[in-house]
């Protein structure tokens, strides 16, 4: 069954679709086509839509071009789950600043927010007044889906694990 396009606020409808873990593409009218592929024979984490963060499987090509992407460990800190990509010069970066969302930069720059379960719905706020490019918007829903977004602080974590050992 395949869902509705979502509808971008600068580029109209944008489709994102999952593939067992093994694939994700999200394409649109007016972005470039991205394809993220997971290598054969890698173990599969079920809390991570295309299966792994280690960049070693990781295969990236927008609009057919070869892309980098280096997924963190994810850990503890939220700076841990960032995922960063290179493309055409640029750098790309996905990181979580609050508990469902991440934002995205280019250059080190904000240019918007993402909010995804790490699933095929991905929810796009852009920066005002920043100069959002086709690019961004492929890539910046390609990660959202692909790793899902936002985490808790540390401090929270460590309350949780102090609370579930008191009787």
Known sequence: M????IDDTHFGGITVRQ????RLEVSGEVIPHVLLERGP???????????TRDPALLTLRIDGAQAEVRP????LSRRSYRVDVE???????LVPDSVPSSRLTRDGVHIGDFTCDGDETVVAAWKEGSRIQA?????G???ASAFGTGGQPLWMMLADAVSSALP
């Open 2 to 5: 395949s869902r509705a396009p």
């Open 141 to 143: 829903y390609a990660l």
């Open 72 to 75: 963190a460990k994810g850990r």
């Open 19 to 22: 593939d067992r873990q093994e």
């Open 41 to 51: 024979g890698a173990a599969v984490d079920p809390h991570i839509a295309i299966g």
């Open 87 to 93: 493309y055409g010069g640029v750098r790309y970066r």
């Open 135 to 139: 690019a961004d918007a492929a890539i």
